[in-house]
């Protein structure tokens, strides 16, 4: 059985950081992409970060240079430090995963296959 976990967020001001852990079992694989992606009130979900198996990573342009993904094989966590947040970061963020038979990137991990999480909310005021 798959289960993804999230754990971190809450509400900070803006240029502050948080960091999201998310505890990943039952998935694994050579092909495997996992990352995170959010949701704002009202919009559609925007892929943040992905990281493949092989460790090669990917960023939203929106975040590029703030945020960091990262895994932690022995331990199967993934995380993503947040650095430098905008109130324009606020949503819930979701830890997801799914295989790929091309790049990994963030718009991969909205897809409807993807495995996902329960979701964390992250506040960012100004």
């Known amino acids: 059985q798959v289960q993804l976990v999230e754990s971190g967020g809450g509400s900070v001001q803006a240029g502050k950081s948080l960091r999201l852990d998310c505890a990943v079992s039952?998935?694994?694989?050579?092909?495997?992409?996992m990352g995170w992606f959010r949701q704002g009130p009202g919009k559609e979900g925007e892929g943040v970060a992905a990281i493949a198996a092989a460790g090669t990573t990917s960023y939203a342009d929106s975040v590029e240079g703030r945020f960091t993904i990262a895994k932690d094989n022995a331990k199967n966590t993934l995380s993503l430090q947040m650095n430098s947040l905008r109130p324009e970061d606020t949503a819930m963020y979701y830890c997801?995963?799914?295989?790929?038979?091309?790049?990994?990137?963030?718009?991969?991990?909205?897809?409807?296959?993807?495995?996902r999480g329960q979701g964390t909310q992250v506040t960012v005021s100004s």
């Open positions: 039952g998935i694994s694989g050579p092909s495997l992409c």
């Open positions: 997801a995963a799914l295989f790929v038979g091309s790049a990994c990137l963030p718009s991969s991990l909205v897809a409807q296959m993807a495995f």
